[in-house]
């Protein structure tokens, strides 16, 4: 089953803009994890964030992550073309199990 | 560089062969793969936990005897797509984790480049 859902399902934005994609999960997380997917090709790990960290950067990924609201947000700063893909967040209820996935937001980036 | 493999990549065969998709760690020892499903445009879904030494754990929906998954190494897992029909074409994925990871985080998940199964 999936945890929950992504917003938006899918965002267009000019290469240098901002762009900020949401998920909502359903159960408590032991952690909360982003990643990326170029079409029709495998998962690339952004970011991990834990159910105890509130926010988590890595180069121009910032992640946040409100476990009352049961939300977490993606900001990528400054996007670039190569950033067009598909970004799925995901969720642990413990270390070391198998992982429920959000329904995903596709970004597009145009030049 | 990868440190779960797959394969083959890509597969296409015809409706009631049966196909095998093989899941490697390299490098490290995996007591614990999981294999996932996405079809089209869509999430990926998780369809079952493999066990190296025991029985998979399949989801809910998952037929067992469809999706046979064989652990027999701590660096190999195995699904095997039995009687596979058009409905089955989708893109499998496997993943691990490495246990102990040297200034990496435990809990990340590693996924394999995938495999798209086509039935005609």
């Known amino acids: 089953s999936q945890q929950g859902e992504e917003d938006p399902q899918a965002l267009s934005i000019q290469e240098g803009e901002n762009a900020t994609m949401n998920c909502s999960y359903k159960?408590?997380?032991?952690?909360l994890q982003w990643y990326r997917q170029n079409s029709g090709r495998g998962l690339v790990h952004l970011i991990l964030?834990?159910?105890?960290?509130r926010e988590k950067h890595s180069g121009r990924l910032r992640v946040t992550l409100d476990t009352s609201k049961k939300s977490s947000s993606l900001l990528i700063t400054a996007s670039r073309a190569a950033d067009t893909a598909s970004y799925f967040c995901?969720?642990?209820?413990?270390?070391?199990?198998?992982?429920?996935f959000g329904k995903g937001t596709t970004l597009s980036v145009s030049s | 560089g990868a440190v779960v493999s797959q394969h083959p990549s890509r597969v296409i065969c015809k409706s009631g062969t049966s196909v095998k998709i093989e899941c490697r760690s390299l490098?490290?020892?995996?007591?614990?793969m999981f294999w996932y499903r996405q079809f089209p445009k869509q999430s990926l879904m998780l369809m079952a936990t493999s066990n190296e030494g025991s029985k998979a754990t399949y989801e809910q929906g998952v037929e067992k005897d469809k999706f046979l998954i064989n652990h027999a190494s701590l660096t190999l897992s195995t699904l095997t797509v039995t009687s596979a029909h058009p409905e089955d074409s989708s893109f499998y994925i496997c993943s691990a984790f490495i246990p102990g990871l040297a200034g990496g985080d435990t809990d990340t998940q590693y996924f394999g480049p995938g495999t798209r199964l086509t039935v005609l």
């Open positions: 995901a969720t642990g209820d413990q270390a070391g199990t198998a992982l429920i």
């Open positions: 964030i834990r159910s105890n960290e």
């Open positions: 159960t408590s997380i032991n952690n």
């Open positions: 490098d490290f020892q995996a007591t614990t």
